[in-house]
């Protein structure tokens, strides 16, 4: 199971009065499933709850995929001592034989091809 930022459209919402909601809603533009949050305070707290809940979703088929702790959009930082880095999460990866989530990155738009596990990463 992989699931790619590019294959998620990130919806958040305008007030009356002109300003954005921190309530935020999530496409999956491959199997058009929605979900929304409104839960917390930030559009970033709420677009990360509603991506987990997608990916749950997805993963229904899938026997014992915890929850990943980053998801598609997260911002992160490596914890490598002489590569310290901050990006994106640009996709995550269910290694069903090693039974864990692998991570994969960008920083500054471009695409990181090392793939990092949870151990590796920080949110930001």
Same mark, same amino acid.
Request: net charge negative; with cysteine.
């Given at each position: 199971?992989?699931?790619?930022?590019?294959?998620?459209?990130?919806?958040?919402?305008?007030? !009356? #009065?002109?300003?954005?909601?921190? *309530?935020?809603?999530?496409?999956? +533009?491959?199997?058009?499933?929605?979900?929304?949050? #409104?839960?917390?305070?930030?559009?970033?707290? $709420?677009?990360?709850?509603?991506?987990? $809940?997608? =990916? +749950?979703? +997805?993963?229904? #088929?899938?026997?014992?995929?915890?929850?990943?702790?980053? %998801?598609?959009?997260?911002?992160?930082?490596? =914890?490598?001592?002489?590569?310290?880095? !901050?990006? $994106?999460?640009? *996709?995550?990866?269910? $290694?069903? !034989? !090693?039974?864990?989530?692998?991570?994969?990155?960008?920083?500054?738009?471009?695409? =990181? *091809?090392?793939?990092?596990?949870?151990?590796? +990463?920080? *949110? %930001?």
């Amino acid at each position: 199971m992989r699931i790619n930022s590019d294959e998620i459209k990130s919806l958040v919402f305008q007030t !009356e #009065d002109g300003s954005f909601s921190s *309530a935020v809603k999530i496409i999956h +533009l491959t199997t058009s499933k929605e979900f929304s949050c #409104d839960e917390f305070k930030t559009q970033i707290e $709420n677009r990360h709850t509603a991506v987990c $809940n997608l =990916i +749950l979703d +997805l993963c229904t #088929d899938l026997e014992g995929v915890p929850v990943p702790d980053h %998801v598609p959009f997260d911002q992160i930082k490596t =914890i490598h001592p002489n590569t310290e880095t !901050e990006g $994106n999460i640009r *996709a995550i990866l269910w $290694n069903s !034989e !090693e039974q864990e989530w692998h991570y994969y990155i960008e920083v500054s738009g471009k695409q =990181i *091809a090392k793939r990092y596990l949870k151990t590796d +990463l920080v *949110a %930001v």
